[in-house]
């Protein structure tokens, strides 16, 4: 009767006909009995003693090959271990997610890549549906998403996974360990800011500053790249141009005081900590010449003769 049962479980997938591939890792020097428990775990066999009575009733595990395979709950036994004895399929590539970068950036990155559709990062990066070793913001994850370079699957990439990795290692690079006097959501926003407004780390500290000085003292920060966050084109100018000119949009720094409702790109570690240890100065405005060199004033008048200067405006 058990030889039976395991030969109509042999034959039985544990998955309906139409159940999503995944990626199933057999380390090296695995054996196809010692498979048993995580394949049952994972729902790629109907248990752990229907696998083994399929390995007792002849068939040769020998064959396997370390590596990851693309397997399925919709296979039955014989065809999980054809497919665990084939050849595996391609590491991992790397994929670098840029400092600065917003979630539509990585989205549409990612699907240059082949990884994903476009529009799955975004809707994958959504709150409510992650945890983390830190206090995660209800309303959106721009800035926790952690930009670095990740080993990623190059078939069956899972956009959630992903997200839920960007938090755990914001977590682990900073968030776990940070215990600044200001809240951690708003060293976030403001180290979104110094990402995109400096791009000398050495300077960001200093910039910093004048930001939490403007904020102490209800001045407006003035910071036009809050106001491109929400275009679909960074370097749209003549979106930009209208943008800075309107005093409903959240995020316009020039025309509303405090700091835009999220962070506005996912800021570095070098970012981040400029914005737990700010630099006193006697400064409060600041700008770039063209070759990116700061400038900082003391008073509007100096900042205007920097302005002409330099031609910027």
């Known amino acids: 009767m058990l030889l039976l049962l395991a030969a109509c479980d042999v034959e039985r997938a544990p998955g309906p006909p139409d159940a999503p591939e995944v990626v199933f890792e057999v380390p090296k020097g695995a054996t ?23 390995l007792r009733l002849g068939a040769d ?23 665990l ?40 990066a959504r709150p409510g549906a992650y945890t983390a070793a830190v206090t995660l913001p209800g309303d ?5 998403l952690f930009p670095e370079t990740y080993m990623v699957p190059p078939t069956g990439f899972v956009a959630a996974d992903f997200v839920q990795r960007q938090l755990d290692t914001f977590a682990e690079r900073f968030g776990k360990d940070y215990a600044g ?19 000398s780390p050495a300077n960001r500290p200093l910039v910093a500053g004048i930001m939490y000085k403007r904020l102490a003292t209800g001045w407006n920060l ?38 835009p409702p ?3 790109g996912s800021p570095g570690l070098a970012s ?7 630099v006193d100065s006697e400064f409060w405005y600041y700008l770039h010449d063209n070759s990116g060199q700061l400038h900082p004033s003391r008073t509007v008048a100096e900042h205007e003769r920097y302005r002409k200067k330099y031609n910027v405006y």
């Open 272 to 278: 981040l900590q400029a914005a737990t240890a700010p």
């Open 181 to 199: 006097p200001r809240p951690l959501s708003e060293v976030v926003v403001v180290a979104s800011m110094l990402e995109r407004e400096e791009p």
């Open 140 to 144: 959106s994850l721009e800035g926790y």
């Open 262 to 264: 999220t962070a506005i």
């Open 32 to 54: 196809a009995r010692g498979l048993a428990p995580t394949l049952a775990r994972e729902g790629l066999v109907q248990s752990e003693q229907s696998w083994t009575w399929f």
């Open 222 to 259: 003035g910071i036009d790249a809050t106001s491109r966050y929400t275009l679909a084109d960074w370097n749209d100018r003549q979106a930009f141009l209208v943008k800075l000119r309107d005093p409903g949009d959240p995020y316009n720094t020039r025309l509303r005081q405090g700091l």
């Open 85 to 124: 004895c084939g050849v595996p399929v391609a590491d991992d590539v790397p994929f670098t997610g840029l400092e600065g970068w917003r979630i539509r950036d990585t989205d549409a990155a990612l699907a240059e890549k082949g990884l994903i559709e476009a529009g799955d990062y975004i809707e994958a």
């Open 61 to 83: 595990g020998s064959c396997l090959k370390a590596g990851k395979h693309q397997v399925s709950p919709a296979m039955a036994a014989p065809e999980l271990l054809a497919a």
